[in-house]
C-alpha cells in the first residue's frame, strides 16, 4: 500500500470511528510500530488529528484565529446561544469568556435583565456595553490579541474575589476521557478557574467540537454541569458525556 493511500485510510479511519489505535494500524496496514508514529506526526502537524496515548483522535475542525470562527458556523452558534438565554435569571452574577458562542449569548441577553456580568472578553463587553441592565466588570490583564481576551494573574487574582451563579466557559473542544481543551495554556488557565469559581458550569458546542481534543486541558468532563449541543447530533455521540453524569440538552 501506499503511503498517500494509508494516510487517507487513516483519516476515514478516525472519521468513522473518532479514535484510532496505533497497534490496530499497525495490524491492519502490516507496517511497523516506526512507520503508523512517522504516519500520525505527519497528520498532526498538518493538523487532522491529536495524538494521544495508544493513539489519536480528531481535531477540531473550527479555524483557530478569531476571525475565523466568528465567521464559522454563524447560524448554528446563534441557535445554539438561543438555548442558553433561559439559565439566565433576573439579578445572577454571571462568568461569560471569550469565544465566538458566547458573543452570541451576550448579544442575545434581554435588555430587561438585570444581571451583573464578569468577562475577560473585549467582544463580550462590547456586545453589552449599551445594556442599561447589566452591571459590567471588565478583567483586566494581558490582551490575548488573536482571541481579544484578557490573561494572566491579574484575571486569575480578579477571579478568584468571585463567586459567580453561571459561568459560560467557551471551548475548542470536548472529549469524554480528555475533557474539554484548547490551543493556549494562559487561555486555559483563565478558563479552569472560571469553572472552579461558579456554582454552574455551562459549555455550548456545535458539532464540530465534539470528541475532539486540542493542547491544553480546561478541565475533565466530570467537573461540568451542563452541555448545550446543537439540535441533529445522534445520541450514541451524546451518550458517552451522559455516562459521566454531565446533563446534556
Given at each position: 500500500?501506499?503511503?498517500?493511500?494509508?494516510?487517507?485510510?487513516?483519516?476515514?479511519?478516525?472519521?468513522?470511528?473518532?479514535?484510532?489505535?496505533?497497534?490496530?494500524?499497525?495490524?491492519?496496514?502490516?507496517?511497523?510500530?516506526?512507520?503508523?508514529?512517522?504516519?500520525?506526526?505527519?497528520?498532526?502537524?498538518?493538523?487532522?488529528?491529536?495524538?494521544?496515548?495508544?493513539?489519536?483522535?480528531?481535531?477540531?475542525?473550527?479555524?483557530?484565529?478569531?476571525?475565523?470562527?466568528?465567521?464559522?458556523?454563524?447560524?448554528?452558534k446563534a441557535l445554539l446561544a438561543q438555548k442558553a438565554?433561559?439559565?439566565?435569571?433576573?439579578?445572577?452574577?454571571?462568568?461569560?469568556?471569550?469565544?465566538?458562542t458566547n458573543w452570541h449569548?451576550?448579544?442575545?441577553?434581554?435588555?430587561?435583565?438585570?444581571?451583573?456580568?464578569?468577562?475577560?472578553?473585549?467582544?463580550?463587553?462590547?456586545?453589552?456595553?449599551?445594556?442599561?441592565?447589566?452591571?459590567?466588570?471588565?478583567?483586566?490583564?494581558?490582551?490575548?490579541?488573536?482571541?481579544?481576551?484578557?490573561?494572566?494573574?491579574?484575571?486569575?487574582?480578579?477571579?478568584?474575589?468571585?463567586?459567580?451563579?453561571?459561568?459560560?466557559?467557551?471551548?475548542?473542544?470536548?472529549?469524554?476521557?480528555?475533557?474539554?481543551?484548547?490551543?493556549?495554556?494562559?487561555?486555559?488557565?483563565?478558563?479552569?478557574?472560571?469553572?472552579?469559581?461558579?456554582?454552574?458550569?455551562?459549555?455550548?458546542?456545535?458539532?464540530?467540537?465534539?470528541?475532539?481534543?486540542?493542547?491544553?486541558?480546561?478541565?475533565?468532563?466530570?467537573?461540568?454541569?451542563?452541555?448545550?449541543?446543537?439540535?441533529?447530533?445522534?445520541?450514541?455521540?451524546?451518550?458517552?458525556?451522559?455516562?459521566?453524569?454531565?446533563?446534556?440538552?
Amino acid at each position: 500500500m501506499l503511503r498517500e493511500e494509508r494516510l487517507k485510510k487513516i483519516l476515514t479511519k478516525l472519521e468513522l470511528e473518532s479514535r484510532v489505535s496505533s497497534t490496530k494500524l499497525m495490524e491492519e496496514f502490516q507496517v511497523s510500530e516506526g512507520t503508523i508514529r512517522r504516519d500520525l506526526n505527519e497528520l498532526e502537524e498538518k493538523g487532522f488529528l491529536k495524538k494521544v496515548h495508544g493513539g489519536a483522535i480528531p481535531r477540531p475542525e473550527a479555524p483557530s484565529s478569531l476571525d475565523g470562527r466568528m465567521a464559522f458556523a454563524t447560524d448554528s452558534k446563534a441557535l445554539l446561544a438561543q438555548k442558553a438565554i433561559p439559565l439566565i435569571e433576573e439579578g445572577q452574577l454571571i462568568l461569560i469568556d471569550g469565544g465566538s458562542t458566547n458573543w452570541h449569548i451576550a448579544s442575545q441577553i434581554p435588555r430587561n435583565l438585570r444581571l451583573t456580568v464578569f468577562t475577560n472578553s473585549i467582544l463580550v463587553v462590547s456586545a453589552l456595553a449599551e445594556h442599561s441592565m447589566v452591571d459590567l466588570h471588565f478583567l483586566g490583564g494581558k490582551v490575548f490579541k488573536s482571541s481579544q481576551v484578557t490573561l494572566g494573574s491579574e484575571v486569575i487574582e480578579a477571579l478568584d474575589q468571585v463567586h459567580a451563579d453561571l459561568a459560560f466557559v467557551g471551548i475548542r473542544s470536548i472529549h469524554p476521557e480528555f475533557g474539554i481543551s484548547t490551543l493556549n495554556r494562559e487561555e486555559a488557565l483563565v478558563k479552569k478557574r472560571m469553572v472552579g469559581r461558579s456554582s454552574k458550569s455551562v459549555v455550548l458546542a456545535t458539532a464540530d467540537k465534539l470528541h475532539t481534543v486540542d493542547h491544553f486541558t480546561i478541565c475533565s468532563v466530570k467537573e461540568l454541569d451542563l452541555l448545550l449541543v446543537e439540535e441533529g447530533i445522534p445520541e450514541e455521540e451524546l451518550s458517552p458525556f451522559e455516562k459521566l453524569g454531565l446533563q446534556v440538552s
